[in-house]
């Protein structure tokens, strides 16, 4: 069978044209890829965001257990050892404490906006108490006697002062009462900052003092009993 050149080139050309693979360029093929993964049938059964955040904070957290055992004495159990231990001090720290109480600030102030007499705190911390508020009833009974104070010229009205500076500037000119005078304005902190509850012994003891402070002068000072003579 004889072959013509032109045939026998066209058909070499058939053959090597067979025998080239198809290239698809790569960023066309993987855009392609990109789109058929993003179709939603791919995605039905992926978690939610909320489980996704779950998933990653609960491996941040095994992750720094498995790093606190590695370094843990006796590996993971003594971790757990060394976490009851200080759930345990912790415990045994709240309970000989209490709840934290907040030291009091310049902030605290010890009266109100309203200013009133000494009569009528006296007034409403006797309603209190007659209700059995003796949180509030230990407050106005503590603002009474340093009201009293005041009005008594044995302290300078001073707005902003607090309980704690009340009875410390009280206790230079009543000495004998300084101690009660401290134990009042603690009192006062406790159930105004400190979240404890007072009882009726606690406002008896102060309405008691508020009464003796009634009765009792202060004592004048070197210079004070210089000028009076």
């Not at 044209?17 to 698809?24: A, L, R």
Request: aromatic residues 6%; hydrophobic residues 40%.
């Amino acid at each position: 069978m004889h072959i013509t050149g032109g045939a026998t080139a066209t058909h070499l050309l058939s053959r090597a044209s067979d025998d080239v693979p198809v290239d698809t360029p790569r960023l066309p093929a993987r855009e392609a890829a990109e789109r058929e993964l993003s179709k939603p049938m791919y995605h039905e059964n992926d978690p939610n965001l909320l489980e996704r955040g779950l998933n990653r904070f609960w491996d941040w957290v095994g992750g720094i257990f498995d790093t606190a055992s590695g370094i843990a004495p006796g590996g993971v159990l003594g971790l757990i050892v060394i976490l009851l231990v200080v759930v345990g001090l912790g415990a045994a720290l709240w309970w000989r404490l209490g709840t934290p109480q907040r030291t009091p600030g310049s902030s605290d102030s010890l009266f109100d906006d309203r200013p009133r007499s000494a009569a009528e705190h006296r007034t409403g911390a006797e309603a209190h108490a007659a209700a059995g508020r003796w949180n509030q009833a230990v407050q106005e009974r503590m603002r009474a006697l340093v009201r009293s104070l005041e009005e008594r010229t044995i302290l300078d009205p001073r707005p902003g002062r607090t309980a704690d500076e009340a009875a410390a500037e009280a206790g230079h000119a009543l000495p004998d009462q300084a101690g009660a005078l401290r134990a009042a304005a603690r009192e006062f902190d406790d159930v105004t900052y400190g979240g404890r509850t007072a009882g009726r012994p606690a406002y008896e003891a102060l309405r008691d003092l508020d009464l003796q402070l009634e009765h009792i002068k202060p004592r004048l000072s070197s210079a004070a009993q210089g000028a009076a003579e």
